[in-house]
């Protein structure tokens, strides 16, 4: 719904109102709806829907009665059949019409956000017009007359028919439908490559299907022979899959025909196709020693071995003989010193899984297996723990039950944990831990402010559950929170065995890098103190989002450019979307902006929307080996369409290959976007299933996209080196480790649509969030802290390990349009960031905020300070003492240096006199200074400054030296 304008939309079975898929029909709806007035709208059944978005359907309630019936349009024959009848008490006269034209169709959209467009509008026009009938009418008082045309389309394709019916000039039904005209014989070919065989994708609209008894094709051979395929016909629609092993690659024509009873054939048609050879990133895959289990890349270590504890980087998992989980500690915390235990209920009575038997079965660098055994008075237990070095522990555990017809009232695995204050889960769930409880999360961490872990799953494929009942649940008992996966959430007769996946993975995953305080980040070529810059596809690739670029020469001159202004090059990358059509002209140079064409350029860089778009042959060729299930497209429509691609398909074969093909030429790193993997149905994969309920569910591929990451990270690693970081900066929510232990930044923000100044603070100062779509202005009533809950648990840099990045969106907000500029344009909202981004030692990206404030920050505080070369002590635990409570002081101290760095932030609305106390020692003998002023500041161990509302002051002391003496 929208300002002056609603849309609904209805799916009725037609079985449940007594119909078949050729029946035609109308039926009426009546709306009667406060504030919208009432609305008729009449639907149809056609075989092409897609006008949703459009008022397609209106009527008002007149005494005219209208029915109208288009005729078998799939088939090109327009019956045009409108019954009118008077149920009013005079008489009247009107006319009926419609016109038959090639569609005009118009998609737009307000905004693009996450996986979600906003204000998506499409807009069906005439183009060319064909066909024109029109027929006037009169009626008695409880009169009825019926008004018909025919017409036929000379040939199959899309069209648009527009009918109305007007009383005495006013319309009172009118109806836009674009529709397709299939010809008798509607065939397309796809290749499956990987599988060496053609999908024959055929329907049948323009034929009697009752005539036919059969398809044949004929598909050639590299013998110089054809081979006949023969298939029945049984519906509107079927595949056909044919063989492709046996044919040479390269182009040939592919005949298909309909045979009818008596044998003889028709409705021939000549289908052209090609067959690709096998690419080089087909037959060479390259970055597949990143899956072995001997690979551990710096920053981590090997796993190292004590009896049954193991130890990686940081954390250590140690196993006992009768333990379902090990015991992990991250940092020397422990975080869950009581056992987990595996229950079951069957009726009254309570059972648990008695482990009998631990053992190691692989030892390896970098992956180590450990096999469990169990059992129960019900159920025999087994279980594989798979431990890789960076700390993700993969646990697949079976139960199988002792006889046939085992009724079971619940089943869960419950985990204690002594380090869990806070939870974070996808799209922006976290705050304090209290009880709580979870449908469908595919992840979900615990911890504090330094450790934690993260629980994960792909899907809930095994478990037996209710869709609308509790999965994972959350609750706080005697000191300690319970995790617990509730495995079987209804009562349910297990007759096979149950078998499940999920992952636990403690944090952080691996050390902050050095010098990541250094890394200034934008979009702007042209920015002076940016050295990690990400150039808009346009300026250098002919789609949004394809793993080459337009030319290697272009390539090539931007790479070139980067090095001559010390910028580092990281081009916008979606590594689970394809483009599947060019949006800029081949023959473009590289540029910076328009105005900076190397050579003059003969008009609009971009392809023009009545021009013919190139493919991306890649994107059609392997879509099928490619595609998620249901096929998953996103995208402005003058950006082209992004496909959604399986990072477990043969695509990340050709992704990994295509960024070393550029990493040889001077590529840098990864600016990824929507950087993580979408839920994927696909049958034959096995992904997809059901709940109790009849749910249909389908699976995150979660550990196919870590092992995408690993391999990127294997070829970075190999031309580029640990003293080159970063490789990849992922612009995602940040939990869902599993693949994110392989990024060196993590950024996001995009989700936060500020409405009014300041609103970023009443968001971060939140001790929860519950939402898990786009904000769009922050709650009045929430419960807030200055402790700035939320704004940890949304940039959990220190939990993690991972370097997190703040992406503003003032100038992109809820706001009105005018004030959206006005605000990204406000100096003090780009201050009110840096109060928060720099009191956690995060990144800040200049982007819809004012960015000569944040850049003038860069050079006055940060690069004065070597900021890169500091330690950091958060105010949360640094033992600084400030009043009053809005005030929060982090600091910064160089190894073996007394130079010290005091961020001073002020989270009210109000300026405040800020008291600070220093913890002992730390400030003595040292001079201060104001680093953005240059002012003298007076103090030892404390200070009292003054700093303005939503703002920050920063104080730097150093040690008198000898140039400092008079």
């Not at 090539?556 to 010390?566: K, L, P, Q, S, W």
């Not at 807030?784 to 940039?795: D, G, M, P, Q, W």
Request: charged share 20%.
């Amino acid at each position: 719904m929208g300002d002056g304008y609603w849309t609904v939309e209805t799916r009725i079975p037609l079985e449940n109102l007594g119909l078949t898929p050729d029946q035609p029909f109308s039926l009426s709806l009546g709306f009667f709806l406060r504030d919208l007035g009432h609305k008729r709208i009449v639907l149809q059944n056609h075989p092409a829907w897609f006008d949703h978005f459009q008022a397609f359907n209106l009527a008002h309630f007149v005494p005219v009665s209208a029915r109208i019936d288009l005729g078998h349009l799939a088939q090109g024959q327009v019956d045009v059949r409108m019954a009118l009848r008077n149920a009013g008490e005079q008489a009247l006269t009107g006319a009926g019409s419609y016109l038959i034209a090639t569609p005009d169709i118009q998609e737009s959209v307000r905004d693009w956000d996450y996986d979600q467009l906003i204000g998506e509008e499409i807009e069906v026009a005439v183009r060319g017009l064909m066909h024109r009938w029109q027929a006037g009418f009169a009626l008695e008082t409880a009169g009825a007359t019926v008004l018909t045309d025919a017409y036929r389309l000379a040939q199959p394709g899309t069209y648009l028919i527009r009918a109305e019916a007007t009383l005495n000039g006013q319309p009172i039904y009118r109806q836009t439908l674009p529709f397709v005209y299939y010809s008798p014989l509607d065939v397309t070919l796809k290749p499956v490559h990987g599988q060496q065989r053609i999908k024959a994708l055929a329907a049948f609209y323009g034929v009697d299907l009752g005539a036919v008894r059969e398809i044949v094709f004929r598909v050639p051979r590299a013998d110089g022979g054809v081979a006949a395929h023969r298939f029945p016909v049984a519906a509107r629609k079927a595949d056909y899959a044919l063989p492709m092993g046996d044919m040479a690659p390269g182009p040939h024509e592919i005949e298909a025909a309909l045979v009818d009873a008596a044998g003889a054939e028709f409705a021939a048609r000549r289908l052209p196709f090609e067959k690709w050879p096998d690419p080089a990133w087909l037959t060479n895959p390259v970055g597949l020693d990143a899956l072995a289990p001997d690979w551990v890349p710096p920053p981590w270590t090997p796993i190292t071995a004590d009896g049954l504890t193991f130890s990686v980087w940081g954390r250590t998992f140690s196993y006992a003989n009768d333990a379902v989980l090990p015991v992990m500690t991250s940092q020397d915390v422990t975080l869950n010193s009581r056992p987990a235990t595996l229950r079951y209920r069957i009726g009254a009575e309570t059972h648990a899984i008695t482990i009998g038997e631990t053992r190691v079965t692989e030892t390896h660098q970098g992956r180590v297996q450990i096999v469990q055994t169990g059992t129960a008075p019900h159920f025999d237990y087994t279980a594989e723990h798979v431990l890789e070095f960076d700390g993700l522990t993969r646990i697949r555990l079976t139960l199988t039950p002792k006889g046939t017809g085992l009724r079971v009232d619940e089943l869960s695995l419950d985990m204690p944990l002594d380090v869990a204050r806070y939870y974070n889960s996808h799209r922006y769930n976290l705050g304090l831990v209290a009880d709580e409880a979870f449908d469908k999360i595919n992840f979900l961490w615990l911890g504090d402010d330094q450790v934690g872990f993260e629980w994960m799953t792909e899907s809930y494929r095994g478990w037996r559950i209710h869709s609308q009942k509790p999965r994972v649940t959350v609750r706080r008992a005697e000191g300690l929170t319970h995790l617990r996966m509730m495995i079987v959430n209804e009562p349910a007769v297990l007759d096979q065995p149950l078998s499940l996946e999920f992952g636990l993975q403690p944090t952080p995953l691996k050390p902050l890098p050095e010098g990541f305080r250094d890394w200034r980040f934008s979009t702007d070529g042209s920015g002076k103190n940016v050295n990690l810059w990400s150039p808009h596809f346009a300026r250098w690739n002919s789609a949004m989002s394809k793993p080459t670029p337009r030319t290697w020469q272009v390539f090539e001159d931007m790479v070139a450019y980067g090095r001559e202004h010390g910028k580092r090059l990281y081009p916008f990358m979606a590594p689970f979307y394809i483009s599947r059509y060019d949006m800029i002209k081949g023959d473009v140079p590289f540029y910076v902006h328009p105005r900076d064409l190397d050579r003059a350029y003969d008009g609009p860089i971009t392809i023009g929307s009545g021009e013919p778009r190139p493919t991306v042959a890649e994107a059609f060729y392997f879509a099928a080996d490619w595609d998620i299930e249901p096929p998953y497209s996103q995208g402005r429509s003058d950006e082209g369409t992004l496909h959604y691609c399986s990072p477990s398909s043969s695509y990340a074969d050709y992704f990994v290959y295509s960024i070393e093909q550029l990493l040889v030429r001077g590529l840098d790193g990864l600016y990824m976007d929507l950087a993580g993997p979408r839920e994927n149905f696909d049958p034959a994969q096995g992904f997809a299933y059901e709940t109790l309920d009849g749910q249909r569910e389908g699976t995150l591929e979660l550990f196919a996209a870590r092992d995408l990451y690993k391999r990127l990270y294997y070829i970075f690693e190999a031309h580029r080196g640990q003293e080159n970081l970063p490789y990849m900066l992922g612009h995602a929510y940040p939990v869902g480790t599993a693949y994110r232990s392989f990024w060196s930044l993590c950024f996001h923000g995009e989700g936060f649509k500020p409405s009014a100044r300041f609103d970023y603070t009443q968001w971060y100062l939140q001790t929860e969030l519950r939402n898990r779509g786009r904000f769009t202005a922050s709650d009045p009533e929430a419960e807030r802290s200055f402790e700035a809950i939320a704004y940890r648990l949304n940039y959990p840099q220190q939990q993690l390990g991972i370097p997190m990045m703040v992406l503003p969106q003032y100038s992109k907000g809820a706001a009105g349009p005018a004030q959206q500029v006005d605000m990204g344009k406000d100096p003090a909202l780009a201050r009110e960031l840096l109060s928060f981004t720099f009191l956690h030692d995060h990144l800040l990206w200049p982007s819809r905020i004012n960015a000569a404030v944040a850049d003038t920050f860069w050079r006055e505080v940060e690069m004065a300070y070597a900021l890169g070369e500091a330690q950091f002590h958060p105010y949360w635990s640094n033992g600084v003492r400030s009043a009053p409570a809005s005030v929060k002081v982090s600091y910064w101290t160089k190894p073996g240096a007394r130079d010290v760095l005091v961020a001073v932030a002020n989270w009210d609305a109000q300026a405040v006199a800020a008291r600070i106390e220093l913890p002992a020692g730390l400030a003595d003998s040292l001079t201060w200074v104001d680093m953005e002023s240059g002012a003298a500041v007076a103090g030892a161990d404390g200070f009292t400054v003054s700093v303005p509302a939503h703002d920050l002051r920063v104080l730097r002391g150093r040690a008198p030296t000898p140039t400092d003496q008079p």
